[in-house]
């Protein structure tokens, strides 16, 4: 399978995120994406997604280097670079900071896109059939109408909670609200 990166096209097991080049998204965590799969040879929503990235690069101060309509032709064109292969895609596309300036907090430029193109794993039917436990998690979105790549609770909370009573998910509670569940949902 063959991923974006930059630019450039390379192996999925091969794509890496270049340290020295994206220190602010490396070091400070700042970056934002979204997931889609395709179905078939198209990408389910695709318009959503790319709204999405925007708006969220927007929320963030992000400057990102392509249109809409750029950032859509490229994903068109990491598909089919991939239609040799059967069964549908997962899409990781990650818009990282990129290089940083003089206060190593601030960028010096646009940010980096990624695309991961990874076959597409769905959950076993058992699930939608007969249900799935979940274990509740208090957890807090710092900025929940941004989508962050940084899922440290999910993985917290499948560490812990989700292990302990040996469940498959976690449903997330807002403590600050006590009203609010959230969770993963699979695309």
């Known amino acids: 399978m063959l991923s974006y990166a930059n630019g450039k096209y390379v192996l999925s097991d091969e794509l890496s995120l270049p340290v020295l080049q994206d220190p602010v998204g490396t070091f400070r965590g700042f970056r934002i994406f979204t997931a889609a799969r395709t179905i078939g040879s198209k990408v389910f929503r695709l318009e959503d997604h790319i709204d999405r990235l925007f708006n969220s690069a927007e929320k963030v101060h992000m400057p ?31 818009y990282s900071g990129g290089m940083a300036g003089e206060t190593r907090l601030n960028t010096a430029g646009s940010a980096v896109l990624y695309i991961l193109v990874i076959p597409l794993k769905t959950p076993p039917v058992e699930w939608y059939e007969k249900g799935i436990k979940l274990a509740s998690f208090a957890y807090q979105r710092q900025w929940p109408e941004i989508k962050l790549l940084s899922y440290v609770a999910g993985v917290i909370a499948h560490q812990t909670v989700v292990k302990e009573h040996q469940a498959q998910e976690a449903l997330f509670i807002s403590p600050d609200e006590k009203k609010t569940v959230f969770g993963r949902h699979y695309i």
Not at 69 to 76: F, K, R, V, W, Y
Request: glycine share 4%; charged share 35%.
């Open 64 to 94: 990102l280097p392509h249109s809409k309509d750029e950032l859509q032709a490229i994903i068109q064109e990491t598909i089919e670079k991939n239609s040799d292969r059967e069964g549908d895609l997962l899409l990781e596309i990650i």
